[in-house]
């Protein structure tokens, strides 16, 4: 499976066309293809800003009930996240944005892992079911 | 960085985004459209994001800046052609863009700016 560096802007851009790309081909809807790729944007962008670049990996899974989805996988090497519980909180922000970017892209999705150690990056693992 | 162009019809200045944005090609366009603005004494501005897939929290945060940011340049900005699919992201994500007019389309959002 192919690893996308998220190194600059066009990167990120590049991940959310990739996305957009296999939720298309594991029969998303036009909706849920908008919500991943949207919450695949937030993602990159923080591993970009927050996590000093990083990588994705878009990928179609199966659950063990025999659904089909997509799963987008990111990590960082970056400082990682203090607080989870905090960093996940509409409103809370270390950038100057509006704080919508972690807690919104949790939102969009249908599962959510965050896994974060301080010092040593931070892993984020989204996916989303085909209805 | 793609660039996006600023066209000016009448007293308006329109900007049809066309390419899969970028943070700094959001940038780019507020500082362009703000030179714009004192440059052609523009009255109203409309972003036209019908070709647009997806707008996140960073873009959406941009276009809200550019509403108040045209404001101080006596101008009105209007936000028009969302896809359906992006509304309904938006609101999921929590983000409601106030300050910033909207309307289904350019032709709607022209005339909502008088100059039709």
Redesign the interface.
């Known amino acids: 499976m192919d690893e996308l560096p998220i190194k600059t802007g066009d990167d990120v851009v590049r991940v959310r066309q990739q996305v957009r790309t296999v939720a298309a081909a594991g029969g998303l809807s036009l909706v849920d293809q908008t919500k991943l790729v949207t919450a695949a944007s937030e993602l990159a962008r923080n591993a970009l800003v927050h996590g000093g670049g990083g990588i994705a990996q878009v990928e179609v899974i199966t659950s063990a009930s025999g659904r089909p989805g997509v799963r987008v996988t990111f990590a960082d090497t970056g400082p990682g996240i203090a607080d989870l519980q905090q960093a996940l909180t509409d409103g809370w922000t270390t950038g100057g944005g509006l704080g919508l970017g972690l807690s919104g892209a949790r939102r969009l999705v249908d599962e959510f892992d965050l896994t974060s150690e301080p010092g040593a990056g931070t892993r984020v693992v989204v996916s989303k079911w085909r209805r | 960085?793609e660039r996006v162009p600023i066209i000016k019809i009448g007293q308006i200045l329109y900007v049809s985004i066309q390419i899969?944005?970028?943070?700094?090609?959001v940038l780019q366009l507020q500082e362009d459209l703000a030179d714009e603005l004192v440059a052609t004494r523009a009255r109203g501005v409309i972003i036209d994001i019908t070709a647009v897939?997806?707008?996140?929290?960073?873009i959406?945060?941009m276009l809200t800046m550019i509403g108040s940011m045209s404001r101080l340049f006596d101008a009105e900005t209007v936000l028009v052609g969302m896809?359906?699919?992006?509304a309904?992201?938006l609101t999921?994500?929590?983000?409601t863009l106030g300050g910033v007019r909207t309307a289904l389309n350019a032709e709607k959002g022209m005339r909502l700016l008088g100059s039709l």
Not at chain 2, 20 to 25: E, F, M, T, Y
Not at chain 2, 53 to 58: A, C, G, L, M, Q
Not at chain 2, 92 to 95: A, I, K, S
């Open positions: 960085m899969d944005l970028q943070d700094d090609s897939e997806i707008v996140d929290s960073f959406g945060r896809r359906p699919a992006v309904i992201t999921e994500l929590g983000l």
